[in-house]
């Protein structure tokens, strides 16, 4: 009952959540940031970091680091953490972490499908794949030629499958069919985890419908902005649109129509938490608009912390620590190339 | 009996509920002000414990301090065990005669509603410090001068099941039975 879940969410939850929200404390603040910003190589980020909680994950790299090995073994991490609480979970908390995930599963059977239609090697995609979204049989995904066999093969063991009804066709696997199969898949997903955040209901279900509406429209307008100029009819790019969040209805329907940045900023500032990102960006100008999404994102994540008792401080968590390695990736990039004055360009302070 | 010529005219529920022995409201009434108080206590203490376990595995400075809360909690168990000894000894047995005059039913009344009074309000009570101590935990955690100002909420929160005492207490001492004559 909404409003009474802390006489009963201890139960099963109470641990976790105090175990998440100590997680939440060892988060890099920005002071942290600053002196990594003020880092001459990568050997100094990795002694800076060697004081925060990824100390213990970089301290037995050799010496001449990159930085996909920083940003792997800070991943690595993310992956402990999560399996800690995972196979502390009950249900429905096991099903709700389990969701988290589903994204980057998604992810990683693009990016092997997409590897294998550029002759690659499967094993070094493998090693690419984000580790939290692997199943088991992901190898085989190497033999599909179209999707219904991508589905009959492999997919349709994994949680996955359901999400597949809406784009099993029998064309050959292309660039341009991934990618919609990849939104297809991504907004059958976000619907589904948002049917099961209604279902369960109080504080989880309204802060996490809050979090999975905006990630909607996020990636309602990165839909209609990746597709102006291509071959994707209007049709198909309102089919690529989830059926929830502040934009629908009818901002998809004007956005559906859009064909530059300025129809897509005219159609965003009808609705005001939008309009308030697309000020910060000037006329004409879209390199600055996934940071400005990024910073509204971690503000909102940062707001989940402020309630007790519900699920959405591990939803939270995960993404808050992913924007953290984000970050870690751009400055050890500006750094390792000797950019450091473009390094605020793309870092998001979470504190 | 004059009682039941009283109340001849009235409904049978009413004359169900006086037809039941003082000493069963009483008894029952002991038992209300011992058992419910226990189910609030350790409904607070699961709850704070849990938190504070969790806590204190990134923080284990926080341990200490924080079994205040589970000792507020703890307190409230022990006014219901308190309240429940004083009831017991005001129960006496009357002659049969008199089981059901006005004044036994007046005490059996008294020793039910005391219990009532004081195993609710430390179920309560049990519940608010409970919950405030699994927020403090958490909160002492990130941040170490917020654990006193989170301490005075509880100690404001504590002081409900005092309140229930002291009327029980109050009620229960007006409870005499009639004299063996």
């Known amino acids: 009952m909404y409003g009474f879940e802390a006489l009963t969410f201890n139960i099963h939850g109470g641990y976790l959540e105090a175990i998440v929200r100590g997680h939440r404390g060892g988060l890099l603040t920005a002071a942290d940031y600053n002196n990594l910003c003020q880092c001459e ?221 300025d129809q897509v900023r005219a159609a965003m500032e009808k609705y005001p938490p939008y309009q308030s990102i697309f000020a910060k960006l000037s006329y004409g100008e879209s390199q600055m608009l996934d940071k400005a999404f990024y910073e509204e994102e971690v503000k909102r994540l940062c707001l989940a912390f402020e309630q007790q008792f519900h699920y959405a401080v591990f939803f939270a968590y995960m993404r808050l620590r992913e924007q953290e390695i984000r970050n870690l990736m751009w400055i050890s990039e500006c750094v390792a190339q000797n950019q450091k004055s473009r390094v605020h360009d793309s870092v998001v302070f979470i504190f | 009996m004059s009682s039941s010529a009283m109340l001849s005219e009235a409904s049978s529920w009413s004359r169900a509920l006086v037809k039941i022995s003082p000493y069963t409201f009483s008894a029952v009434g002991i038992a209300i002000s011992i058992g419910v108080s226990v189910l609030g206590a350790a409904w607070g203490i699961y709850i704070t414990g849990s938190s504070l376990i969790g806590a204190a595995i990134k923080e284990p400075r926080i341990t200490s301090k924080n079994l205040i809360s589970v000792i507020f909690c703890e307190a409230v168990a022990i006014y219901g065990v308190i309240v429940a000894i004083i009831l017991q000894t005001k129960l006496e047995s009357v002659p049969q005669a008199s089981i059901y005059a006005p004044e036994s039913l007046r005490a059996g009344y008294a020793i039910f509603a005391s219990g009532i009074i004081v195993g609710f309000a430390n179920l309560v009570c049990g519940l608010c410090v409970g919950i405030i101590g699994s927020s403090c935990a958490l909160s002492d955690a990130q941040n170490s001068t917020l654990f006193v100002k989170i301490l005075v909420i509880e100690i404001f929160g504590s002081a409900l099941g005092l309140f229930g005492v002291i009327v029980g207490i109050i009620m229960s001492a007006q409870a005499s039975w009639p004299s063996k004559v």
């Open chain 1, 41 to 261: 190589n990568l050997d100094d980020i990795k002694m800076h970091l060697s004081a925060t909680e990824y100390g213990p994950y970089l301290q037995n790299e050799p010496s001449p680091l990159h930085t996909t090995t920083i940003v792997e073994k800070c991943t690595l991490k993310l992956v402990d953490d999560y399996k800690h609480m995972l196979c502390q979970a009950t249900e429905p908390l096991s099903t709700f972490l389990e969701y988290i995930t589903y994204g980057h599963m998604i992810d990683n059977v693009v990016l092997i499908v997409t590897g294998t239609l550029h002759e690659r090697d499967v094993q070094e995609l493998l090693e690419k794949c984000h580790p939290l979204g692997m199943f088991d049989s992901i190898a085989t995904l190497a033999v599909a030629q179209n999707m219904r066999e991508l589905y009959r093969l492999v997919l349709v063991d994994t949680p996955l499958a359901p999400y597949f009804s809406e784009c099993i066709t029998s064309d050959d696997l292309d660039d341009m069919n991934i990618e919609i199969m990849r939104n297809t898949l991504y907004k059958a997903y976000l619907e589904d985890f948002y049917r099961f955040c209604q279902k369960l209901g109080g504080a989880t279900a309204e802060i996490m419908s809050d979090l999975l509406a905006f990630e909607a429209d996020r990636r309602a307008v990165n839909i209609t902005i990746n597709s102006i100029g291509t071959e994707l009819t209007r049709d198909d790019r309102r089919k690529l649109y989830s059926n929830f969040g502040l934009l629908y209805p009818y901002g998809h329907e004007e956005l559906a129509v859009c064909e530059d940045i």
